[in-house]
């Protein structure tokens, strides 16, 4: 009986390990695409039969068409991903061309990777899989929309795309509030920040290439970028900032009622540092310092009180990520205070407690 | 009959006893008594401070990830001066910190070590709140001693029950 049950073991063995076939990761470049321009799209293996491979992987895809039809055993080259690093494969399209299919036609793009000969695949990228490469629907931003932005979920080290239709953008609202002045600028540039213009990209001479946007027809303009590299920091990204203008400032595209543009993240998992006080046993006549590493959270986010006695000193830390630091005079405010414990706690700009604890005073032996 | 030669070798003889009797008679000049320098001449004077780590010392012996932090950049450390005052014989007077840094020690007082010479221990400096040196309120241990090196480093150690727990490294250099 359980050499049955063994082998029958050994047989699901590799249907289990095709159970976890499903690709690890898809993005695009730019994040918002045209069909008719050309893209990269990029696929993160791990996880899949794919995964160890080094040679070559094929892309095999059948919507909007079957460019690769009948060669399933003996895929062709113009289906060859090129390598990145680690895991990640890319192809680079001009998807209208690739299918050879209209662009107006082309809503979204199926597939799957494989080996040359098929031996080894990964799962689909479909719409019952719920990774399929969409690609953007302009009809909004071209008729009622003054700006949008993909993905939803603004990270860091991946393609970020913002649109702006620069037809509805407003301007001098203090004096005779106008749309669309900026429409007639020969060109839009954006002028930004993230997370409350903390980073900031101006909009200035020394600026123009990296700042302009890319004028995709019927007053439709595109910023895309991968935040991390254009910002120059590595934090987390709640939100991105920007007011567009020409090169010159004399023409300015701002949001309704002349707002900043705001372009808000989902779900973004901002990881917290981890905290620890320096040093472990204190007297009050000594300095604390507030140590706080590897969080995503830039320095100027996190807020410290610390309550000696009658005396409450407050403050932001300081420092190069991932390492912050808060130093603490205790000597100066106990100097004429007895107490036995001082109190700490560490906050968010968005209020968010972090750290909230008693710290003991060690009394002191002369 | 003594010959020619046996003269002249007997006159050599004779000037050479004479010679070495004399020389071993002259006095020897080995110079005046001077005494040995004290540790109080070594310490006196004004130091400008450096550098100055603060120091875990119960990471430290725990092996913890963070055991060292360095305030010299901060709280006005860097403007921070110690004085050692002596009188005419060279016994210490009193001392005295000079800037705006958070007094880790007590900033004026009187001063004294645990032996004026070398004793093979750690030298230790007393501090004290009154002149007659009975009420003592810290002690720095001088890990570096100038001498050698024109350069002192004073260590504060805080313990408790006997055991350290903390201490600061002083890194300090003689103002001109």
Request: hydrophobic share 35%.
């Given at each position: 009986m359980k050499r049955y049950l063994l082998s029958a073991v050994l047989l699901l063995l590799p249907f289990i390990g095709m159970c976890?076939?499903?690709?690890n990761e898809i993005w695009t470049q730019p994040a918002i695409f045209k069909a008719d321009e050309q893209v990269t799209l990029f696929f993160d293996?791990?996880?899949?039969?794919?995964?160890?491979?080094?040679d070559a992987i094929y892309l095999w895809s059948w919507f909007p068409?079957?460019?690769?039809?009948?060669?399933?055993a003996n895929s062709s080259d113009f289906a060859k991903l090129t390598h990145v690093e680690g895991t990640v494969w890319k192809i680079t399209m001009v998807p209208s061309d690739y299918y050879h299919v209209p662009a107006d036609q082309i809503v979204s793009l199926y597939g799957l990777l494989k080996t040359k000969d098929g031996s080894k695949v990964s799962d689909a990228f479909a719409p019952d899989k719920g990774n399929a490469i969409n690609l953007y629907n302009f009809t909004d931003i071209k008729n009622t929309r003054i700006s949008d932005f993909y993905p939803?979920?603004?990270?860091?080290d991946r393609p970020f795309s913002i649109l702006i239709n620069a037809g509805k953008t407003w301007s001098d609202c203090a004096t005779n509030a106008t749309q669309g002045?900026?429409?007639?600028?020969?060109e839009v540039h954006m002028h930004s920040g993230l997370n409350d213009w903390k980073v900031i990209v101006e909009n200035n001479p020394a600026n123009l290439a990296k700042t302009k946007l890319t004028h995709l027809g019927d007053n439709i303009y595109r910023m895309d970028m991968i935040p991390w590299e254009y910002y120059g920091q590595e934090i987390a990204i709640t939100k991105v900032n920007a007011v567009f203008a020409n090169d010159t400032w004399s023409k300015l595209g701002f949001d309704t009622n002349c707002a900043d543009f705001l372009f808000n993240s989902t779900g973004i998992v901002v990881v917290t540092p981890s905290y620890s006080l320096f040093p472990q046993k204190i007297t009050k006549k000594d300095i604390l310092t507030l140590v706080a590493v590897?969080?995503?959270?830039?320095?100027?986010d996190l807020n410290y009180e610390v309550t000696m006695g009658t005396t409450k000193v407050t403050g932001k830390f300081e420092g190069v990520k991932p390492n912050y630091r808060a130093y603490i005079d205790l000597v100066t405010p106990l100097k004429e205070q007895n107490v036995d414990k001082i109190h700490v706690t560490i906050k968010t700009n968005?209020?968010?407690?972090?750290l909230d604890t008693d710290m003991a005073l060690t009394p002191i032996v002369n | 009959m003594k010959t020619k030669s046996q003269h002249a070798l007997f006159g050599c003889l004779m000037f050479l006893a004479l010679a070495t009797t004399t020389s071993s008679c002259e006095k020897k000049d080995d110079g005046s008594y001077v005494a040995p320098i004290t540790r109080y001449e070594k310490v006196q004077g004004q130091w400008q401070l450096t550098g100055l780590n603060q120091t875990d010392e119960l990471a430290k012996s725990t092996g913890g990830s963070l055991t060292q932090v360095n305030l010299?950049?901060?709280?006005?450390?860097?403007?921070m001066k110690i004085t050692f005052n002596v009188d005419a014989e060279n016994n210490p007077t009193s001392y005295s910190v000079s800037g705006?840094?958070?007094?880790?020690?007590?900033?004026e007082g009187f001063w004294q070590m645990?032996?004026?010479?070398?004793?093979?221990k750690t030298a230790k400096i007393f501090l004290y709140s009154d002149e007659a040196k009975t009420q003592k309120i810290d002690e720095l241990e001088v890990t570096t001693m100038p001498g050698a090196t024109t350069n002192m480093d004073l260590r504060l150690v805080r313990t408790s029950a006997g055991t350290p727990f903390l201490s600061y490294q002083f890194s300090l250099k003689p103002v001109e």
């Open positions: 976890q076939n499903a690709i293996v791990k996880g899949t039969q794919l995964e160890a491979e080094t068409s079957e460019p690769d039809a009948g060669n399933w939803k979920t603004i990270k860091g002045a900026l429409a007639t600028a020969s590897n969080g995503d959270l830039d320095a100027s968005s209020g968010a407690n972090l | 010299y950049g901060k709280f006005n450390f860097k403007d705006n840094a958070p007094e880790l020690f007590t900033k645990d032996a004026a010479f070398t004793t093979g």
